[in-house]
Every structure is written in structure tokens, then in C-alpha cells.
């Protein structure tokens, strides 16, 4: 039982920054995902697809 001093073994381990890390990661690749959908539906030439893919993946 704790005396009322902060002592970190009484806490459970704490992987908030890894949780974080690995929802921005996985809405980098939806946002991936959807773009090469919305890419592969228009009319835009496969060699400026993969362009703009390219620069959008650069900035995120």
C-alpha cells in the first residue's frame, strides 16, 4: 500500500507514446489508402498518380 509518496512501481506501465505513434501511423495509411482510391477512379495518367502520391506521402 502506498504511504502517499508517488512511487512509479505501484502504476501500471504507461504505453500512452506508443499508442499514440501507432494511431498516426495507421491514419497516415488510411489517408494512403484512400487517396489511391480516389486516384485510381479519375481520369488522371498513371505516371502523374504515382506523382502525386509520392509528394502527398513526402509531406505527411
Request: hydrophobic share 35%.
Amino acid at each position: 500500500m502506498s504511504d502517499g509518496n508517488f512511487n512509479r512501481q505501484l502504476l501500471p506501465p504507461n504505453s500512452y507514446r506508443s499508442g499514440l505513434q501507432v494511431g498516426r501511423q495507421q491514419m497516415k495509411q488510411k489517408v494512403m489508402d484512400i487517396l489511391r482510391e480516389v486516384l485510381g477512379d479519375s481520369a488522371i495518367p498513371e505516371a502523374d498518380s504515382e506523382e502525386i502520391l509520392k509528394k502527398v506521402r513526402e509531406r505527411l
